[in-house]
């Protein structure tokens, strides 16, 4: 495909589990950036790559929060024991280059549900 | 730190009425401004981008201005249409490689015939 897609577009989980997200960038985009929008508000952001490196993940809510891009391309944004404040849609977007005048491609989000 | 404040929504217009969504911005140096879109049921997807001072950038009839002496950068369009119905979102990104966007909070627009 040509777009950014994203997996599973939707996910309910219990308090307490864990759940793992997935990005499969447009081929060949070095930069790869995870947010996460809450009902109403706009996305914000958590983490960032360079190819396989995570150079910023100031954005992170809490150490519960993990993720990686082993190779370079596909990116896991993994939760472990899922809280009610986790709930929300959690983007993937990649861009060609690093510059900040780099379009950003989002794929279609995938919408956390925690109960 | 880096910021964006956009009108609060939602704004309801009529079709071919004209369109105003207002974003101003507080930055340090120098960011890249963007306006972002989101129809019902798509992702988010770029509808227009300026990088410099004075620039105007433009795509589907909006446009938008940088204005570094006001901080703003709001979207216009003289003659709006059902199919604009949508989430607007303002952004901006800092002047260094690698950076990620800081959105508004989103603006939706509603268009009726």
């Known amino acids: 495909g040509a777009g950014v897609s994203q997996s599973p577009r939707y996910k309910v989980a219990k308090r307490g589990q864990d759940v793992a997200l997935r990005c499969d960038p447009i081929?060949?985009?070095?930069?790869l950036f995870w947010y996460q929008q809450a009902l109403g508000q706009g996305p914000e952001f958590l983490t960032y790559f360079q190819n396989e490196a995570q150079l910023d993940k100031s954005g992170l809510p809490s150490d519960r929060f993990f993720a990686e891009r082993p190779e370079g391309s596909v990116s896991t944004l993994k939760i472990q024991r899922t809280q009610q404040e986790d709930s929300a849609v959690y983007l993937c977007?990649?861009?060609?280059?690093?510059?900040?005048?780099?379009?950003?491609?989002f794929g279609p989000g995938t919408r956390l549900t925690v109960l | 730190g880096d910021s964006v404040t956009q009108m609060e929504g939602p704004v309801t217009l009529s079709e071919e009425a004209f369109l105003t969504i207002n974003c101003t911005y507080t930055a340090t140096g120098y960011p890249s401004l963007f306006w972002y879109v989101q129809y019902p049921g798509e992702g988010l997807q770029l509808l227009l981008k300026?990088?410099?001072?004075?620039d105007k950038g433009s795509n589907k009839g909006f446009e938008a201005t940088y204005r570094k002496e006001t901080t703003s950068f709001h979207l216009e369009k003289g003659s709006v249409q059902v199919s604009d119905s949508a989430v607007y979102f303002c952004a901006l990104s800092a002047n260094q490689a690698g950076t990620a966007l800081i959105f508004g909070k989103g603006t939706t627009l509603s268009v009726s015939s």
């Open positions: 977007a990649s861009s060609a280059g690093t510059g900040n005048y780099n379009e950003q491609f």
């Open positions: 081929s060949g985009h070095v930069s």
């Open positions: 300026a990088t410099k001072a004075d």
